[in-house]
């Protein structure tokens, strides 16, 4: 947390809760200079972004030519994959494989999702499933830990299974639903970078009881030098290159692929809703609608008053939170009373425990640095 006065941004609601937001004279804060800087260089909602697509998307295709596939995406039923998957198909005229990942939290609404998009775009589904026994003990660890990002283990197996499936089919475009639109505002002082595998390795030698036998770990160095440079791997985030409206996105998705929402960012996941309502407000103090709102406030998606009455509603549905702690408890096999100790005990820098963060870190900067950030 940081140490100086409370102050919220006069543009955006992000505020110090974010512990490495500064100000300018004006009271408008670093992430909206960072989303401006954005403009015109990688978030590119217009003509030329669409230009840009085009060409992508010839590559794409080329790429792909002779083969079953010439793309493959992650699909967790959630509004930003599942429409990558849609516009991947109707306006791409693409031949995407989803890939699923299912670490044992889809939500019901996710499942029926996937199963109505993939049948409704005519596209083949891999589907995943992580070893349950395997993945309860690395979350359960993670919680002992007493960290922020506990969506490390889900994040870090979701991306290894699917840039490892792509590799093994021989396919080297990946599609991604990240964007600037909906996800411009992240604070790095919020959590950690879920791809570090010696932070997942080095957690659960601590915590853990058993063995990660079968868990997909990709290492580091997998992820900067093996599949983009040996493997010749290329991440595309097309909605940073059209007008991508997350309201407007959901009603086609309903009317077109019988789509169903499930009540906020992320939630398609039971426990990354736990996480993101109750974890971090409760523990942390971090309050990510601040983030997903101010985000969609920068993109002029909805307005700063609504945003701030956005804010005054409960972060987690009162009448599900008491049920949805006993679930999560249950299904990672912690008494009553063991939980509320982990919910009550201090919590932790993921620098107290193994990382390459300085990696992560130099890394970071030489992106900002090669984007002229």
Same mark, same amino acid.
């Given at each position: 947390m940081t140490n100086? &006065?409370?102050?919220?941004?006069?543009?955006?609601?992000?505020?110090?809760?974010?512990?490495?937001?500064?100000?300018? %004279? %004006?009271?408008?804060?670093?992430?909206?200079?960072?989303?401006?800087?954005? =403009?015109?260089?990688?978030?590119?909602? #217009?003509d030329e972004g669409r230009r840009i697509l085009t060409g992508l998307i010839a590559d794409i295709k080329k790429a792909g030519e002779g083969k079953e596939y010439d793309c493959a995406l992650g699909l967790s039923g959630g509004v930003d994959s599942s429409y990558l998957a849609y516009l991947a198909v109707k306006d791409f005229g693409l031949r995407p494989l989803a890939v699923h990942v299912d670490g044992g939290w889809n939500s019901p609404e996710a499942v029926r999702n996937i199963e109505n998009i993939v049948k409704a775009l005519g596209i083949d589904l891999f589907t995943y499933v992580i070893d349950w026994d395997e993945m309860r003990d690395l979350q359960a660890s993670f919680l002992k830990a007493g960290v922020a990002n506990q969506d490390t283990p889900q994040d870090h197996a979701f991306f290894a299974k699917l840039f490892e499936f792509a590799v093994k089919n021989d396919i080297k475009y990946v599609l991604s639903g990240h964007n600037i639109a909906t996800e411009s505002v992240l604070p790095t002082g919020w959590g950690y970078n879920p791809r570090d595998d010696r932070q997942i390795k080095g957690i659960h030698k601590r915590f853990g009881t058993g063995k990660l036998k079968t868990f997909p770990i990709a290492s580091i160095f997998k992820y900067f030098i093996y599949f983009p440079h040996i493997k010749g791997m290329k991440v595309i985030n097309p909605l940073n290159y059209v007008p991508y409206n997350k309201a407007a996105a959901m009603e086609v998705l309903k009317s077109e692929l019988g789509w169903q929402y499930y009540g906020g960012k992320h939630f398609e996941s039971r426990f990354t809703k736990f996480f993101q309502a109750y974890w971090l407000p409760e523990k942390f103090g971090f309050d990510?609608? !601040?983030?997903? /709102?101010?985000?969609?406030? *920068?993109?002029?998606?909805?307005?700063?008053?609504?945003?701030?009455? @956005?804010?005054?509603?409960?972060?987690? &549905? *009162?009448?599900?939170? %008491?049920?949805?702690?006993?679930?999560?408890?249950?299904?990672?096999?912690?008494?009553?009373?063991?939980? @509320?100790? *982990?919910?009550?005990? &201090?919590?932790?820098?993921? /620098?107290?425990?193994?990382?390459? =963060?300085?990696? =992560? #870190?130099?890394?970071?900067?030489? !992106? !900002?640095?090669? #984007?002229?950030?």
């Open positions: 100086q &006065p409370y102050q919220m941004c006069v543009r955006c609601i992000m505020d110090t809760s974010d512990p490495d937001i500064t100000f300018d %004279e %004006e009271g408008v804060c670093s992430h909206c200079h960072a989303f401006d800087e954005t =403009v015109g260089k990688t978030w590119l909602p #217009n990510k609608r !601040r983030a997903h /709102l101010s985000s969609l406030i *920068l993109s002029d998606q909805i307005s700063r008053e609504d945003a701030l009455t @956005e804010m005054e509603k409960p972060a987690y &549905p *009162l009448d599900q939170l %008491e049920e949805d702690k006993e679930f999560i408890r249950k299904k990672l096999g912690f008494t009553a009373d063991a939980f @509320e100790a *982990l919910m009550a005990a &201090p919590t932790h820098s993921h /620098l107290e425990y193994p990382s390459y =963060v300085w990696l =992560v #870190n130099l890394r970071r900067k030489f !992106r !900002r640095w090669r #984007n002229g950030e």
